[in-house]
């Protein structure tokens, strides 16, 4: 037993591969945050008055909350004015062809598997349009023009503020208001760029649509937003994923993302997670800080959160949906893998306001090493929600024994129609199960990958196609280590 | 092919094999027969390789190579398949997709490469085709919500795949119905050969009608007391094991 144990151990000592940097010319600002700093990201980027209003309005308002104490998360004090607000790749202005990007830049995503050209990816079977964000600012976005005949507007949070300012003044922290929470008011504060969409009437949105986040210059917080509408009888389906070096230090990421669902409009977001968890001993590593939030606001309208969280020293992030319009239905599927010193409390809202509502949470927490793994989820069925409806089920692995899973549900049940239904276990991946996979002569790393992916496979099905090999992949890689 | 020579085995300090001395050649089948908590299972488990089950004394050897050195999944790639008296179940995990897997570990294990879609689900319809088996278990979760019977046969459906030089059969004919029981059988002669070997571990007679042993061996206590070809097999059908017991009895005042 013991020893079976310990090869479990050894086997989710695993490495970082995407761990290196690029030697770009950066633009950076001395680190440090005050209302000039405000000014100045709002200057760079050329805004408009009213949004360097609520930038500003978010800063004052930041300064008067206090870090959130509520998570099962523990981390070193972290000093806002250590950090780097704005760094850009320098040639960044107005790339229209691939030849004007650096190509130390291009390699950098070479390396993370992702072509930004688009010669390459129509090769594929189908297209997925990207929008390429390292350390905030928004470096490239594929198939703009494809998309554009469609009326689908695809580009950096920068350019849609330039082009359509009148959107984002319309949409901007109507889903998350600058005063929700202590990081969604930095974020409002500070946020450099990001990815912006919007989805017309009635249009299916023909390629998946792909935002790449990179952390690369040191000691610099990402702060990207996104913003995503989709209007009536429209549907997109959204990929995100995210990398950044090995370093020592913590970095700081406060991302925001906004989804807003019209009438009978169907919005699937996905997320591969996979920033630097920090090394073996916990040193290093991303603190991931998000705030996500879709608003179901049109009747029958849908979001769906899909997300494979594996990276980040400290995860606290509750993709949640409010369920407003009448017959709107919000989903929830989540993989968080935590390994070696790794913590994750990591969940969902949903908040039933309208009638007929329907949520689905699953959610799939594995731990391995001596990590812990949270869940931790609302369900709040308002006065109003007729007839609300929700499914919960939150499954906990561990492997090995020094690792902890946690499970936090809240219920708030306000309307007695409602019918809400939990389920929830906690197993240890099993000593038979690998006995007899190994009977049958797959080896160690193998047997646990398959599983493990057998665990998960409820989730990975909801992950479009290419993302979920990828994403399966990803896991092996979190969970692999050296088994000799 | 397999020698096992003075095997003692524990678990937490309690002897459960007590000198077992089993030679395996191939082209045999061994029958192995013995009452409950006897140790058949135990057996079957350590030559698998299952790692709770210490080995306090003894030696096993499988093709002149000290089988007690290798990793269950080496021993399993080595050509030593176990079909479990308990098969375990593995949810999302496609039937179709585990086959896979294990026929590719095993071709991997040999320096072969993996054979192409086309091939694999050849060889996955013709062998669900021999042994009576519906396609749709393909596509269900391994084991997951099988039937007793169905397992059992999931067991021999993933021997016959892997087709094993030796096999263990830890008691696949408990559960199985009268037809799933001669399917089954036809399955193991058809994969008989003058290279493989099967031990057939068994609490009925009726399995041998059906799968000729070239020895029948009873165990006891933790110790092989009594082998004999065929013809023990339905002794102990009519006469049970007390006149067993009496014997190893009778031996040790
Ligand atoms: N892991 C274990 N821990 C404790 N005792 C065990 C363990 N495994 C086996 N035993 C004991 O060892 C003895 C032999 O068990 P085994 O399963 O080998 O019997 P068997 O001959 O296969 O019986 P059956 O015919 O009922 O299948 C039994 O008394 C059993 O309780
Ligand atoms: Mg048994």
Not at chain 2, 216 to 231: E, T
Request: with cysteine.
């Amino acid at each position: 037993m013991a020893e079976s144990m310990q090869v479990l151990e050894d086997h989710t000592n695993s490495e970082y591969k995407y761990g290196f940097t690029t030697d770009i010319e950066m633009d950076v600002f001395p680190k440090g945050l005050s209302e000039d700093v405000v000014r100045a990201i709002s200057a760079k980027k050329n805004e408009p008055e009213f949004l360097l209003e609520w930038r500003l309005k978010a800063y004052r308002h930041w300064l008067t909350m206090t870090e959130p104490k509520w998570p099962n998360v523990n981390y070193p004090k972290i000093d806002y004015q250590d950090i780097i607000y704005y760094a850009a790749p320098k040639e960044r202005p107005e790339i229209d062809s691939l030849d004007e990007v650096d190509p130390e830049l291009l390699k950098t995503f070479e390396k993370l598997g992702i072509s930004l050209d688009e010669q390459k990816r129509l090769t594929g079977v189908t297209g997925i349009a990207v929008d390429a964000v390292i350390d905030s600012v928004s470096v490239k976005t594929t198939f703009k023009e494809t998309l554009a005949e469609q009326g689908i507007i695809f580009c950096s949070f920068s350019e849609a503020v330039q082009d359509h300012p009148e959107l984002i003044k319309k949409y901007l922290g109507t889903v998350v208001p600058y005063t929700d929470n202590y990081f969604a008011a930095l974020n409002s504060a500070v946020f450099s760029d990001g990815s912006f969409c919007y989805i017309p009437k009635g249009v299916r949105c023909p390629m998946e649509l792909s935002t790449y986040f990179r952390i690369n210059t040191a000691n610099t917080g990402q702060f990207e937003r996104t913003l995503l509408i989709a209007d009536e009888s429209s549907y997109v389906s959204y990929l995100e994923g995210c990398t950044a070096p090995m370093r020592d230090e913590n970095q700081l990421h406060a991302a925001v993302v906004e989804l807003i669902a019209m009438d009978d409009a169907y919005i699937k977001y996905s997320t591969v997670q996979n920033w630097y968890p920090g090394n073996k001993d916990g040193v290093g590593g991303i603190f991931n800080f998000v705030t996500k939030r879709g608003m179901c606001g049109g009747k029958n309208s849908k979001i769906s959160w899909t997300q494979v969280e594996t990276g980040s020293a400290v995860t606290w992030k509750y993709p949640s949906c409010i369920l407003k319009g009448d017959g709107s239905v919000g989903e929830f599927y989540s993989i968080a893998v935590t390994n070696n010193m790794q913590q994750a409390d990591t969940g969902t809202k949903m908040i039933h306001i309208g009638k007929n509502t329907s949520s689905t949470i699953i959610s799939k927490g594995i731990s391995a090493g001596r990590s812990h793994n949270s869940y931790r989820g609302l369900v709040k069925v308002g006065r109003r929600a007729e007839n609300a409806r929700n499914f919960s089920q939150c499954d906990s692995l561990l492997m090995g024994d020094k690792c902890g899973a946690h499970t936090f549900p809240y219920l708030e049940i306000e309307n007695q129609t409602a019918q809400v239904e939990h389920e929830a276990t906690t197993s240890k991946i099993g000593e038979d199960q690998m006995f007899y996979c190994k009977q049958r002569g797959l080896n160690e790393e193998d047997a646990i990958n398959l599983i493990v992916n057998g665990y998960c496979k409820d989730v990975f099905n909801e992950l479009p196609m290419e993302f979920a090999v990828e994403a399966q992949k990803l896991l092996a890689v979190s969970l692999e280590g050296s088994v000799g | 092919m397999l020698n096992i020579r003075d095997l003692h085995v524990a678990v937490e300090d309690m002897a459960i094999l007590k000198g077992i001395n089993l030679e395996i050649k191939p082209g045999e089948v061994h029958a192995i027969m013995g009452p409950n908590g006897s140790g058949k299972s135990t057996l079957a488990q350590v030559i698998a390789g299952k790692d709770e089950y210490e080995v306090t004394s003894g030696t096993i050897t499988y093709k002149n190579e000290d089988l007690l050195d290798l990793e269950v999944d080496e021993r399993a790639r080595a050509g030593i398949f176990l079909a479990f008296q308990y098969p375990v179940e593995i949810p999302g995990v496609s039937t179709a997709h585990f086959l896979k897997s294990i026929v590719n570990a095993g071709r991997e294990g040999r320096g072969e490469d993996e054979l192409s879609a086309v091939e694999m689900l050849k060889l996955l319809r013709s062998k669900t085709q021999m042994l009576g088996m519906d396609q749709k278990f393909l596509s269900r979760a391994l084991n997951d919500g099988f039937s007793g019977g169905e397992k059992k046969k999931n067991e021999i459906l993933q021997m016959a795949v892997l087709n094993p030089k030796l096999a263990i059969l830890d008691e696949t004919d408990s559960g199985l119905d009268i037809d799933a029981l001669k399917i089954v059988a036809d399955g193991v002669n058809a994969m008989r050969n003058n290279d493989n070997a099967f031990i057939v571990v068994t609490h009925y007679q009726r399995l041998l009608n059906y799968i000729e042993p070239d020895f029948v061996h009873v165990l006891y206590n933790g110790q092989i007391v009594k082998s004999g070809d065929k013809s023990l097999a339905l002794k102990l059908e009519e006469k049970g094991y007390d006149w067993i017991k009496e014997e190893v009895a009778s031996a040790t005042v």
